[in-house]
């Protein structure tokens, strides 16, 4: 198969390119400027918001992996229309050029309720406010209604293999968190994993929260990057804002091989 990726120079994207070119898959990026990609990686010229870039894109494609999104900006107008204008754009070149291909999106966590009374699962109904997780709702609704072959990653906090993103928490939540709220997490190796199932088919259909094996506090997660945080006993409310469950992805043959976070720590995975 030769399979399409979006985003592939981000955090995620650039981290799936390399083990997909290490097990030999035949990949194809769209890019829209010259950044160096794995060896075996097919560049293609193009920007989700540019749908004429996207013929040739699409072409003797098998899957489309999509991983293009705007996240981390006040424009908020950016956001949508990077993330749902993008998207549906991309979903237009599939259906004209590439009607066969499976089409697999990342999504968030983000989508689920502060409030929510148990851990996020997928049928929960889900109306988030910010531009970020909003627009990955909509887009979602888009591929759900498109008639194409797809399936749906939520991902919670993405981390490992160098890129930073433990390292960049603290100044994110020091300050701002109780130290008792726990995150979802899921490692970059196991986002390829659970990829790679998703391209073959076991996840088609169905929206899959992509998590590892046990939530840590933010407290235990800056501590582990070195960053000390205020401890307190005072009750944390909503104790399950962003701890996603993972019922069905395990129910479909899903098993992080780096099962916390603490695993990747001892064995040097960060």
């Not at 390119?17 to 010229?45: F, Q």
């Not at 906090?157 to 726990?182: C, N, R, T």
């Not at 998703?198 to 407290?219: F, K, R």
Request: proline fraction near 6%; charge should be negative; charged fraction near 20%.
């Amino acid at each position: 198969m030769t399979i399409l990726v979006t985003g592939g120079t981000g955090l995620v994207g650039s981290r799936l390119l390399r083990h997909m070119a290490d097990s030999g898959t035949a990949c194809r990026a769209l890019i829209r400027s010259d950044k160096k990609l794995p060896t075996g990686v097919e560049a293609i010229e193009g920007d989700i918001l540019d749908p004429d870039s996207l013929v040739g894109a699409m072409k003797n494609v098998s899957a489309i992996v999509h991983l293009a999104a705007v996240f981390r900006t006040h424009d908020e107008d950016l956001i949508w229309k990077v993330n749902l204008e993008g998207t549906r754009n991309l979903i237009a070149a599939a259906k004209t050029y590439a009607p066969g291909a499976r089409f697999i999106m990342a999504s968030t966590s983000n989508v689920y309720s502060a409030d929510n009374p148990h851990p996020g699962r997928e049928d929960d109904l889900v109306t988030p406010k910010h531009a970020y997780p909003a627009s990955k709702i909509s887009a979602e609704k888009e591929i759900r209604e498109s008639d194409l072959n797809w399936s749906i990653l939520r991902f919670p906090f993405v981390y490992g293999e160098g890129d930073g993103h433990l390292e960049d928490l603290p100044k994110h939540i020091i300050g701002k968190w109780h130290p008792a709220q726990k995150l979802s997490t899921i490692h970059h190796h196991d986002i390829a994993v659970a990829i790679k199932m998703a391209l073959n088919g076991l996840m088609d259909g169905q929206i899959v929260n992509i998590t590892d094996e046990a939530p840590t506090s933010v407290y235990e997660l800056v501590r582990l990057v070195g960053v000390a945080m205020d401890p307190s006993s005072e009750p944390l409310v909503n104790p399950w804002y962003l701890h996603v469950d993972g019922t069905l992805a395990r129910s479909l043959g899903f098993q992080p091989t780096i099962r916390t976070v603490y695993q990747a720590v001892q064995q040097n995975l960060l």
